[in-house]
């Protein structure tokens, strides 16, 4: 029972690139959330998917995109880095939305 | 809107101090309140949690009270260790939102010293 698991765990980007971001659930959890963290704010939401085929928008989604094609996965693109996207970025997944969420180790994506 | 307020750190111990953080919210509603603990490296780990006035969440020698009154649920631990340095976030959920959203202060950074 691997938890929550992201893909890559570092990563260095030119501007204008793009990339995606693998999250993995083998929990068997319905929601999954896509946030991301920067000094002095916390941790603010970006996208988050209820079921396998849903996504919906965050607080902080310009510039993001996202996929859940499958219950376990959840994608999270860039199509265009900006360097305002330096962050590290945390995937999470719960039961439902008023369970514990489960956190992944992070990625640290830096946009040069 | 919602909000979670967190002293700021970083806050510096030695072994066996007593540490408090203090966490306040401002939400509409009835909140479910949690404290979420980052190790250096590491994701974040729920800590402890609150779904109603009055509850105490505990874990690890660390306790908080959910307190209505005063819109607050600060963190204590009676005798801190070195293991105990971290990140700590306090964060809220509204049970009447449907998609579960998490609202994290900025975090405080606790610092334990041999």
């Known amino acids: 029972n691997a938890g929550v698991t992201q893909t890559p765990k570092f990563r260095v980007l030119k501007t204008g690139q793009s990339m995606t971001l693998l999250c993995a659930q083998d929990m068997n959890h319905e929601y999954m959330y896509w946030y991301r963290q920067d000094p002095g704010m916390g941790l603010r939401l970006i996208h988050y998917?209820?079921?396998?085929?849903?996504?919906a928008k965050g607080e902080v989604p310009d510039g993001y995109n996202v996929s859940r094609l499958k219950k376990q996965n959840f994608l999270l693109g860039l199509e265009s880095a900006a360097p305002s996207q330096t962050s590290v970025y945390f995937c999470?997944?719960?039961?439902?939305?008023?369970?514990?969420?489960?956190f992944g180790p992070g990625t640290r994506l830096t946009v040069l | 809107g919602n909000s979670v307020t967190q002293m700021e750190g970083p806050v510096t111990l030695s072994e066996e101090a007593f540490l408090t953080i203090n966490c306040t919210y401002t939400?509409?509603?009835?909140?479910?309140l949690f404290w979420y603990v980052q190790y250096p490296g590491e994701g974040l780990q729920l800590l402890l949690k609150?779904?109603?006035?009055?509850d105490k969440g505990s874990n690890k020698g660390f306790e908080a009270t959910y307190r209505k009154e005063t819109t607050s649920f600060h963190l204590e631990k009676g005798s801190v260790q070195v293991s105990d340095s971290a990140v700590y976030f306090c964060a809220l959920s509204m049970t009447t939102d449907s998609w579960g959203k998490l609202q994290f202060g900025a975090g405080t950074q606790v610092v334990v010293t041999p």
């Open positions: 609150a779904t109603k006035a009055d």
């Open positions: 998917s209820v079921g396998e085929g849903t996504t």
């Open positions: 939400a509409t509603g009835y909140p479910s």
């Open positions: 999470a997944s719960s039961y439902w939305n008023t369970d514990t969420q489960y």
